[in-house]
């Protein structure tokens, strides 16, 4: 998409035009939707549609590009993630500890969760050897699209970490693959 | 002995991200199975298609719209609207004073332990500011946890945005700004107004899993040209068909703030 046409239609979008939000939601939906699943979400469908509202309500803050655009709608999801999480871990352990509010991604059980529900066994063996930070990065960079300096806004750490993290989970996957669990 | 055939000479640090940067821009070629690293980018993007297979949408509407950039270039464009200033600030103001309410009526002694909607806050914050007793943002957002847990969402977003508007920079560090920021972020989101329609267009689409169709592609197509105000585009005829003209853009409404419950 030219930043012309995208920008023609954030212009609609913050009038409210049904077309313009309709083609946000046809364009980012899917990938929010896989993000939020494969990161763990118990309902990514409902938090597609909250973070959609969210822009809704934002839409007329937003500065940037397309590229800009997807960074923030997935910067939401996240928020909405790490959200969700949290009241599950609250539901499962109470009280919750403090750093259920920032580092839930760091919750083993929701991350069994999920991959027991996915689809693809592979995957499961891959996502197996990465700390859930290392799938945070790998997934929004995978998923989204997006650049180290756009996950590390996404994911709120700096760029420096985003590419440790990325780094030592790319030596972790080829460190299984030397141990011969490949396909 | 990596597999990473494909990068002679490179260390193997490089000669990971590149495997795994090429992988994301589609420029893999392996003769044998595929490294590891690559398997998970062609792994997790197989996932993703699954749940959003691309409809071909975009081509047409691409088309459609690239067609008539082409005709004029320096068609006059729509005027961006500046987001009206949030009345968080406003808002934060009323928590202050309430807080500064609280602090009237507050005694001594469990002062530290309490919540923003306790009467002892206030004092909490005053022996804090004196050097007695925990305080910093991870007391804050410590705060803001137990308040929901209890339930007080509106109380909590509150609090989270008053703190991180107050806190001095130095305290905003590690998970404590994390929880703040996020919280507060959604605060204010939710203070801003939705225009007329969208959140249930939105709820439509995402019951109904969002299905694109001919229709919707013309109606985008139509839209972007419309929008862009250039007239009919010239040279070869898009696969769009004119419509009428859009009907003006609905007002927006303003979803008034949630009021707190008074156990709120």
């Given amino acids: 998409m030219t930043n012309e046409v995208f920008d023609s239609i954030l212009d609609a979008a913050r009038t409210g035009a049904d077309w313009a939000w309709r083609k946000f939601y046809e364009d980012l939906a899917p990938r929010l939707n896989s993000y939020l699943r494969l990161r763990g979400a118990e309902d990514p469908e409902g938090l597609v549609g909250e973070v959609f509202l969210e822009a809704a309500r934002a839409i007329s803050s937003f500065e940037g590009d397309e590229r800009g655009f997807r960074s923030w709608l997935f910067t939401m999801a996240h928020s909405r993630l790490i959200d969700e999480r949290r009241r599950r871990t609250r539901r499962k352990t109470a009280p919750a500890d403090l750093s259920d509010l920032a580092h839930v991604a760091d919750d083993q059980d929701v991350e069994g969760e999920v991959l027991r529900h996915l689809a693809s066994e592979r995957l499961t063996q891959l996502f197996s050897v990465l700390t859930p930070d290392q799938r945070d990065v790998l997934t929004l960079r995978i998923i989204a699209d997006l650049s180290v300096a756009e996950t590390a806004a996404v994911l709120g750490k700096s760029a420096g970490s985003v590419k440790v993290l990325q780094h030592r989970g790319l030596r972790r996957l080829k460190q299984l693959e030397q141990k011969g669990v490949t396909k | ?264």
């Fill in chain 2, 1 to 264: 002995m990596s597999r990473l055939n494909g990068y002679p000479g490179m260390s193997s640090r490089n000669s990971l991200e590149k495997a795994f940067e090429d992988a994301l821009s589609g420029r893999s070629d392996f003769d044998g199975p595929a490294p590891a690293v690559v398997e998970l980018v062609e792994t997790l993007r197989a996932e993703r298609d699954l749940l959003g297979a691309p409809r071909g949408a975009d081509a047409h509407i691409l088309a459609a719209a690239s067609a008539v950039l082409d005709a004029d270039a320096s068609a006059p464009r729509a005027t961006r609207t500046r987001r009206k200033a949030s009345s968080l600030r406003r808002r934060v103001v009323v928590l202050a004073a309430s807080l500064g309410l609280a602090m009237a009526t507050a005694g001594i002694g469990l002062a530290d332990d309490a919540l923003p909607d306790e009467a002892l806050f206030g004092l909490d914050m005053a022996l804090e500011r004196m050097g007695i007793g925990d305080g910093g943002a991870s007391e804050r957002a410590a705060e803001v946890l137990e308040l929901l847990n209890q339930g007080k969402t509106g109380l909590a977003l509150a609090h989270a945005s008053a703190t991180v508007a107050t806190t001095p920079q130095s305290e905003h560090e590690g998970a404590a700004q994390q929880a703040l920021e996020a919280v507060a972020q959604r605060f204010s989101a939710e203070d801003s107004p939705v225009p007329e329609g969208v959140a249930d267009l939105i709820a439509t689409l995402v019951t109904s899993a969002g299905a694109g169709d001919g229709e919707t592609i013309a109606e985008v197509a139509r839209a972007i040209r419309d929008s862009i105000d250039v007239g009919t585009p010239p040279g070869p005829p898009v696969d769009v068909p004119p419509g009428p003209p859009s009907p003006p853009a609905p007002p927006f409404v303003t979803i008034p703030a949630p009021v707190p419950a008074p156990g709120d």
